[in-house]
């Protein structure tokens, strides 16, 4: 009798969409043994090249429900992925651990009731005289940031994190095939990917993670999901005052929503995803830097280095991400908004699963 794996190696599963969602499940179902393509037209240009990687996973308020199910699952299983993936990139950590700040006393207040309510040891409050707040309102000249601190949860560098998945898929000769998928139907139990040059692509299984686009490829099969796109968007900006030392910080924290990660002593990368837009607008450096009421002098002056922005998509009606079996042998599991490098694990899994019952 053959094995489960033997079996899927007879399976071939099409991915669509090639950013960190896409390759996770590729690994995952190439582990299991199944033949897997990635399509994907332009994959340097899809959303994850513009992710900070914060795993905000355990300091999550609303433990309950869906999304904290999926929150949960992959806090456990990011630490197995990663001494997994080490294999391949010995640089890939989970950088820890995560800091959440605030000026303003009434989200402090309902900071400190989580914590409180919870008693998890994993997760502490603030107080103002820890070093962490006392280096913070010195760097930026206040008195009245206040927080918590996740020592379970943390950073993942987005474009290691790629590079490490592009070396596994091709060690694993993963089949990547760089063309625009224009149309899906099914046909004597074979999906068939159209490409814009016509050419038809056969899979027993596929799966969407093409964000937008997803949406273009379903329409014609009557499925109702909405998504609208949002832009997160990034900035590297270079200091020039000797008495401020970034690297006294926390390696990755965020004041008032704003993502801040310094990387060297006079060098910061500030990042948010709260526009439903498609296009940055032209005052990216105040709009990122506006996390204070009174900005210190060295952050007025900064310059900005390198700034990139990426479009990821968000669900209407619905939560996010969708994970659903749309039809037998079609899975979508897009709509991840800004928490696509922290679900990975537990959604992959998931479609792994979906998988194996349906080709088994």
Known sequence: MK??????????????????IGKFNALELS????????IDPAQLQNSSNAALGLLMGNMYQKRRGRSWDLRKQSIELWPKWITFLQKFNYELNIEKPLVQLTTSEEKFEKLKRFILTFNDLNLRILDKESIIIKNINKAFHTKNIKGI????????????????LDKYLKLKNINFVK???IKIRKSNKQWISTTRKNENIRSDMVILCNSLKTVD?????????????VLGQAIEVDINDAKVDLLSLPKQFSINSKNIIPTSRNKLIIGSTD???????????????????KQPSWLKEAKISKKWYGIRSRPIGEPSPI????????????????????????CSKWVANEAKNYLS
């Open 31 to 38: 582990e299991l043994g199944f033949q897997i393509t990635i």
């Open 323 to 346: 994970m659903k079996n749309l039809e037998e042998g079609l899975i979508i599991c897009t709509g991840f908004y800004k928490n696509g490098i922290l679900l990975a694990p537990a």
């Open 149 to 164: 601190i996740s020592l379970k949860d943390g950073r993942i560098d987005a474009m290691t994190l790629l590079k490490t």
């Open 217 to 229: 490829l379903i329409d014609g099969l009557s499925h109702k999901i909405k998504l609208k796109p």
């Open 275 to 293: 526009e439903y837009s498609t296009t940055p607008e032209e005052n990216t450096f105040e709009k990122l830097t506006n996390f204070l009421d």
């Open 179 to 181: 063309e625009e998928i």
């Open 3 to 20: 094995s489960l794996k033997e079996n899927f190696q007879q399976a071939h599963i099409v991915i669509i969409g090639s950013g960190i």
